[in-house]
């Protein structure tokens, strides 16, 4: 009967608290007992999935499509254009780009974070939109 559970897509925490939520003080027969309430908390059938339609991401600009719609991986926006690039000088034309080559330089990334420090500190200091109240420490002042 506990496999019934699981097959209706209960998890064993589920299993456990259907059997022992709101146990009675004294069980004369063990058997019987979670039998029954195996049985009344049965988790209701799980609904059949539909048969799905097997769907595929162009490779250029990562629009959904059947594999029939896509040959060569592509839409036809970027089949019939030049490819679109990833979003950085000399990017390689993928949406999902991860070669790292392609994209700024650790030196840009690094300038870019600590601009965005800078600024996050300033608004902090400042008491920004969005921002919470500088914190003190326990003398009062200001801490860095």
Same mark, same amino acid.
């Given at each position: 009967?506990?496999? =019934?559970?699981?097959? &209706?897509?209960? *998890?064993?925490?589920?299993?456990?608290?259907?059997?022992?939520?709101?146990?009675?003080?004294?069980?004369?027969?063990?058997?019987?007992?979670?039998?029954? &309430?195996?049985?009344?908390?049965?988790? @209701? =059938?799980?609904?059949?999935?539909?048969?799905?339609? @097997?769907?595929?991401?162009?490779?250029?600009?990562?629009?959904?499509?059947?594999?029939? =719609?896509?040959?060569?991986?592509? #839409? &036809?926006?970027?089949?019939?254009?030049?490819?679109? !690039? #990833?979003?950085?000088?000399?990017?390689?034309?993928?949406?999902?780009?991860?070669? @790292?080559?392609?994209? @700024? *330089?650790?030196?840009?990334?690094?300038?870019?974070?600590a601009r965005i !420090?800078? =600024?996050?500190?300033?608004?902090?200091?400042?008491?920004?939109?969005?921002?919470?109240?500088?914190?003190? *420490?326990? &003398?009062? !002042?200001?801490?860095?």
């Amino acid at each position: 009967m506990a496999g =019934e559970w699981f097959r &209706r897509g209960a *998890s064993e925490t589920q299993l456990v608290y259907g059997i022992t939520l709101l146990m009675p003080s004294q069980i004369t027969h063990p058997f019987g007992f979670v039998q029954s &309430r195996l049985l009344a908390k049965l988790p @209701p =059938e799980l609904p059949a999935t539909p048969p799905g339609v @097997p769907m595929t991401e162009c490779l250029g600009c990562g629009a959904a499509g059947r594999p029939d =719609e896509l040959p060569g991986g592509l #839409c &036809r926006p970027c089949r019939s254009t030049e490819p679109v !690039r #990833c979003g950085v000088r000399g990017g390689c034309g993928r949406a999902s780009c991860t070669d @790292p080559t392609c994209g @700024p *330089s650790p030196k840009t990334v690094r300038g870019r974070a600590a601009r965005i !420090r800078r =600024e996050m500190r300033n608004r902090r200091e400042r008491g920004g939109p969005g921002m919470p109240p500088p914190r003190r *420490s326990r &003398r009062g !002042r200001k801490r860095r």
